[in-house]
């Protein structure tokens, strides 16, 4: 069997659950984007980077781990080009007015995000009501890799994957054995976070537990932020050919706002649980593989609004309860030499209850649910092995709007073995949530879905075997229908009136210069004919990692310019950040740890009116057995 063959199967065995990734490339770094690396996202049965047409990032479980962020959103906004998440303090992104952890890719994402999708092993996660995700409920610990597709994916995923989609592949038993991990960190503004985890794989079972808590003050007064996490996950192989897992998560966590440095709140405090349980069973064969699942996710929020000093406090408080539960199922089958079709369905219902109560009666908000019913139809077919095809479509039912037809058509072309071009034209949409419908002002029930088109070209290269992998992106995006409050007379209304009409390049690189050192880097650039809040035009990182047997140091720098904060302000914001992470191996139990951020103590603000902390200091201690 030849090297590329044996990295092919490696990543396919990952990629199922039979090995772990940390195992699949025996080098002590792995790249970014291997072009031999198998992708689930962007087709859902499992597809080499090769041979699909969208551009896709992956964020490996080693590039998670040298992090020792207990979020994984940092990570991901280092490490992905295009992708741009906002934050406001040292920990906690928090909700309503405020918060932070909205997402944009290219651009798009929307304002709460709700046009770009957060997966966890393939299931959405969202609130029912407002339609975008919590940023909060999103743990490292669990994450065995994240791959995130830059562009419209709603072929697969129909709305809220607009922008792109976040795929959290979570972690799972791997080696045969019980293995257990801890983790206690503390550093700047009482900040805490300690983590325990479980794997066991015995036989046919296997499974993953894990526990986390955090705690921080916050770098401005209250700006306080706790919260606990529970995740178990165990999965059974049948046969060799079938699989199952099951899987629970569960968040509670407390965060405070003290608004912005112009307008101050007092008491504007939110409590907040979300779960999310799921189920399901996997088949693989030689000609045909495909999966059934059903999800089930669900929350409880209790917010206070809060007021302006010398003001009295609001006498009612905002409650509600969401809910969102799906089945997906899809079957792939090679029809042919060089051929896999995958058929689809998808059923979704969201929906739930908000409303304000008061000392003696409850306001009721909104009690809604939206029902969604799908079929997709994807073919690729590799012709003489040097041209893949890719076409599909889908078709998504919701009664509400009617039909939405979704086409995609893409092209790859892996001239060389170290060489691939690809283009595809994609389209996205994004069905208005139920906030923007029936809650507060300025509602409007007869909002439409917005649309999105898709014109990428993108090129793949490897040199020296594979130290050194470069890839480019150039894109086009124009949309319409996407929706913006405007006033008709003294009243605020949602109305489709925006459009989007984006374009850019993005560019990675890695280079791997010796078994022990790797430099890695990604810029965006992102031109805007209309403006969008939370979009930098300009992204840059650059990160170097150097890894020795029992210690290592790594290092990065990101640049950001061209930041809108407030679309209604004059200038743009620009910032450097210097992060600078240490590790050393005691034992072959315990290891050691620290990470600064912010180094060049740069004074910047992500959300406007919430200046983002100055330097920071974190240590700790891992624990394996």
């Not at 770098?219 to 165990?234: I, V």
């Not at 850019?504 to 969008?532: C, D, P, Q």
Request: with cysteine; proline share 5%.
């Amino acid at each position: 069997m030849n090297v590329p063959t044996k990295l092919y199967l490696c990543a396919a065995m990952a990629c199922c659950g039979m090995i772990s990734a940390r195992s699949a490339v025996p080098e002590r770094f792995a790249d970014s984007v291997r072009m031999d690396e198998v992708i689930v996202t962007g087709s859902r049965p499992a597809v080499n980077f090769r041979n699909l047409p969208m551009s896709v990032s992956v964020v490996e479980e080693r590039q998670i781990e040298r992090r020792f962020e207990p979020s994984l959103l940092p990570v991901l906004t280092e490490q992905v080009p295009g992708l741009f998440i906002t934050g406001r303090g040292v920990m906690g992104y928090g909700v309503a007015a405020g918060a932070a952890g909205g997402m944009k890719i290219r651009g798009v994402g929307g304002e709460p995000t709700s046009g770009v999708l957060v997966l966890i092993d393939g299931h959405p996660q969202y609130m029912g009501l407002m339609g975008h995700p919590l940023a909060d409920s999103y743990q490292s610990m669990n994450a065995e890799r994240v791959e995130v597709v830059r562009g419209p994916a709603s072929i697969l995923y129909g709305s809220n994957a607009m922008g792109g989609v976040v795929n959290i592949i979570t972690k799972k038993g791997q080696a045969d054995g019980v293995y257990n991990m801890a983790r206690l960190m503390y550093g700047s503004f009482n900040t805490l976070n300690v983590e325990v985890s479980n794997a066991v794989r015995k036989g046919k079972f296997n499974s993953f537990a894990a526990l986390n808590y955090s705690h921080t003050d916050g770098h401005r007064k209250d700006m306080g932020f706790g919260g606990w996490g529970g995740y178990l996950k165990l999965g059974y192989d049948f046969t060799a050919h079938w699989k199952a897992f099951a899987d629970v998560n569960l968040n509670h966590f407390a965060a405070s706002n003290p608004g912005s440095v112009t307008a101050p709140l007092i008491d504007n405090d939110a409590l907040i649980t979300r779960g999310m349980t799921s189920f399901s069973l996997d088949n693989r064969y030689e000609r045909t593989s495909g999966s059934l699942k059903f999800f089930y996710n669900f929350g409880y929020h209790k917010i206070d609004d809060g007021h302006s000093p010398g003001q009295p406090s609001p006498d009612y408080r905002f409650r509600s309860r969401d809910r969102m539960l799906g089945i997906t199922a899809y079957q792939s089958y090679r029809l042919f030499t060089g051929n896999q079709t995958t058929l689809g369905a998808d059923y979704q219902r969201s929906g739930g209850r908000a409303w304000n109560r008061y000392p003696d009666r409850d306001e009721q908000l909104a009690d809604k649910t939206l029902n969604d019913v799908a079929v997709y139809l994807n073919m690729q077919q590799t012709l003489a092995r040097w041209m893949t095809l890719n076409a599909g479509v889908r078709m998504d039912y919701n009664p509400h709007f009617g039909a939405q037809w979704v086409p995609q058509f893409g092209i790859s072309f892996p001239i060389a073995p170290e060489t691939v071009l690809k283009a595809i034209l994609s389209k996205g949409f994004r069905t208005p949530t139920i906030r923007e419908m029936y809650m507060f002002p300025p509602q409007n029930p007869d909002l439409r879905p917005e649309r999105l088109m898709n014109y990428e070209f993108s090129v793949t290269q490897s040199f020296w075997q594979r130290k050194l992998s470069l890839s480019a992106n150039v894109y086009y995006l124009k949309g319409d229908n996407t929706i913006q409050a405007v006033f008709d007379g003294n009243r605020p209304i949602n109305v489709n009136t925006g459009r989007i009409e984006n374009y850019g390049v993005e560019l990675t690189a890695r280079y791997r210069a010796a078994r022990s050192l790797a430099f890695s880097g990604n810029y965006s650039w992102l031109h805007m004919e209309y403006k969008i809040l939370a979009a930098p035009q300009h992204k840059l990182y650059a990160g170097i990692d150097f890894i020795r047997p029992r210690w290592s140091v790594s290092t990065g720098v990101q640049y950001v310019r061209g930041l809108y904060t407030d679309l209604k302000a004059p200038g743009t914001e620009q910032f450097v950040l210097w992060n600078l992470r240490a590790s050393w191996q005691a034992s072959s139990v315990v290891e050691l740890f620290a990470r600064g951020e912010n180094l060049l103590a740069q004074d910047y603000e992500i959300n406007a009116g919430y200046p983002m902390p100055r330097a920071t200091v974190f240590g700790g201690v891992n624990l394996r057995f």
